[in-house]
């Protein structure tokens, strides 16, 4: 089964640090692998994502993520941390149903001034 | 292109009562998954429905939650005799059909049941 572990549900960075998030996952197939983030009462919107190809992957509002199959790990990273990226993020591998995913427990990122 | 519908936003039931949530995909899109959000958890998955079909529902609790994507109108996730510990956020999303490029789900808003 797929699944993905996400280390550190709380991460706090000052405004203009380097941010990580860490996610490794587990899968018996390649996996495709997905980073979304979540503002407070919304849903959840897509960072970006990894099905095949390169391997650093470039999403929105700055972000990247680079496959890592040795270490089956997807760490998302921003080089300079603003205010507004304070919120939730979820890592997510998909099931294999459909496009259907199975979600880490998330990480909070906390920007301090 | 509207994005993907929640309705109602916030519901408030007593235990015992019935949950109905709607959700309506974004325009084009015929495949709806639909997720539960507890507290200080991720999202976990219930099921997946195409357009008059159930084809994957291994996240579904066995008693008391059903989920439906008629033919005409929104997917609507039933949950029946509510308990303290459905209180959660119910995220719906929806993909379209053979989207093997994108792999892509967009989420609607969430609906927060809240069980008393």
Known sequence: AQSVTQLGSHVSVSEGALVLLRCNYSSSVPPYLFWYVQYPNQGLQLLLKYTTGATLVKGINGFEAEFKKSETSFHLTKPSAHMSDAAEYFCAVMRGSGYALNFGKGTSLLVTP | ?116
């Open chain 2, 1 to 116: 292109n509207a994005g993907v519908m929640q309705n109602p936003r916030h519901l408030v039931r007593r235990r015992g009562q019935e949950a109905r949530l709607r959700c309506s995909p974004m325009k084009g899109h015929s495949h709806v998954y639909w997720y539960r959000q507890l507290p200080e958890e991720g999202l976990k998955f219930m099921v997946y429905l195409q357009k008059e079909n159930i084809i994957d529902e291994s996240g579904m609790p066995k008693e008391r939650f059903s989920a439906e994507f008629p033919k005409e109108g929104p997917s609507i996730l039933r949950i029946q005799q509510v308990v303290r510990g459905d209180s959660a956020a119910y995220f719906c999303a929806s993909s379209p059909q053979g989207s093997s490029q994108s792999y892509e789900q967009y989420f609607g808003p969430g609906t927060r049941l809240t069980v008393t």
